[in-house]
């Protein structure tokens, strides 16, 4: 028979393998392989479409964004909330997410690991944007692991308590010395706070022309979750 696949939450995962079900590794999906467990899943659980990878992104610049090999590159505080996670529909960030992380053969494509669940390290779909004539620019997604993940997004690991992790991956990937790892964060910082000065607009074509539907945040509701843009310039 073919695979069926379950929405199955994660806090009920240990039940649902006790009754048979199989994880995806490429759909991110529980899944029953014979009608046995299908018809055991489907007394609890609801079936789930399989979702379909996107992995082309007219545009894309792949090559984006790789002068050094792992940087600290924070999202302007101006920017909150204007991520692609919170443009699309959630059933759009399976398909991408998907995409990014299979058209990598499921490794980080900064630091090369695999994901390593045991040690809480999985492969996450980044944004890089570029900031130009006042309009963040998505110029490419690329597959990190979460550790990657974590010293590109450093104030958010900092505010985590996660400093010391990203800091030393930081190090080890880029073979710095602590010296050269200050410089960094600095000019990091200097370039995110001169950013979150201003307004931004937006510019998600690479995922408009691969037939994705965009849907931005109006100022209202961005202001409605922290984000006042008011004192700033255009
Ligand atoms: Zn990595």
């Not at 937006?202 to 022309?209: F, N, Q």
Request: glycine fraction near 6%.
């Amino acid at each position: 028979m073919m695979a069926v696949y379950f929405q199955i939450p994660h806090a009920d995962k240990d039940q649902a393998k006790a009754l048979g079900a199989r994880w995806s590794t490429e759909l991110e999906l529980w899944y029953a392989a014979t009608d046995i467990v299908a018809g055991r899943l489907a007394e609890r659980w609801k079936q789930a479409t399989p979702p379909t990878p996107l992995d082309t992104f007219p545009g894309e610049d792949r090559a984006f964004g790789q002068a050094t090999r792992l940087y600290v590159d924070m999202i302007p505080s101006s920017c909150w909330l204007t991520n692609v996670r919170s443009s699309v529909s959630a059933d759009d960030w399976k398909q991408i997410s998907l995409g990014v992380k299979q058209r990598a053969h499921r490794h980080c494509e900064v630091c090369h690991a695999p994901a390593d669940n045991a040690n809480k390290v999985f492969l996450e779909a980044h944004e890089r944007f570029e900031y130009v004539n006042g309009v963040q620019v998505l110029r490419r997604l690329v597959c990190l692991c979460s550790k990657c993940h974590g010293a590109t997004h450093y104030g958010h690991a900092t505010a985590k308590g996660q400093e010391q992790e990203a800091r030393a991956h930081l190090m080890h990937i880029n073979g710095w010395n602590s010296a050269e790892l200050e410089a960094h964060i600095r000019s990091a910082y200097a370039l995110w706070s001169s950013r979150s000065f201003q307004q931004w607009g937006l510019d998600l074509s690479i995922l408009t022309a691969a037939g994705v539907q965009v849907r931005l945040p109006s100022q209202d509701e961005r202001l409605r979750q922290g984000v006042d843009l008011s004192a700033l310039r255009t």
